[in-house]
C-alpha cells in the first residue's frame, strides 16, 4: 500500500507560481511512476504530467514549458512546479503512483488562477 497526501494549492493571480507537493509513504518502493492530473469544473480529469521511477518525464501540450514535475527521493516527495498560471489551470489537482498493477491516488488540492 502507498499513501499519497498533497500540499500547496492555493488561490494565485494570472502570471504567478505555485508549488504542489504530494508525500508518499509505504511501499513506495514498488512504485513505476508518480503524476499528476487535474480536473476543472465540467471538464474531463486531465494528465497533467508524469514522472517514472527512471526519471523521464512527460508534460500536456497544455502546461508544457511552463510546470515542472520533479521529485526528492530523501524526503519521497513529488513536486509540480507551476509557473506563468493562467486562468484555465484553475481546478483539483491530484497526485497519483502506479505500481505493476496497483494504482494511488492523493486527496487533491484545489488550485485557483485568477485573472
Known amino acids: 500500500q502507498v499513501q499519497l497526501v498533497e500540499s500547496g494549492g492555493g488561490l494565485v493571480q494570472a502570471g504567478g507560481s505555485l508549488r504542489l507537493s504530494c508525500a508518499a509513504s509505504?511501499?513506495?518502493?514498488?512504485?513505476?511512476?508518480m503524476g499528476w492530473f487535474r480536473q476543472a469544473p465540467g471538464k474531463q480529469r486531465e494528465l497533467v504530467a508524469t514522472l517514472t521511477k527512471l526519471n523521464s518525464t512527460m508534460y500536456s501540450d497544455s502546461v508544457k514549458g511552463r510546470f515542472t514535475i520533479s521529485n526528492d527521493n530523501a524526503k519521497n516527495t513529488m513536486y509540480l512546479r507551476m509557473n506563468s498560471l493562467k486562468p484555465e489551470d484553475t481546478g483539483v489537482y491530484s497526485c497519483y503512483a502506479e505500481g505493476l498493477l496497483e494504482e494511488y491516488w492523493g486527496q487533491g488540492t484545489q488550485v485557483t488562477v485568477s485573472s
Open positions: 509505504g511501499s513506495i518502493g514498488s512504485l513505476n511512476a
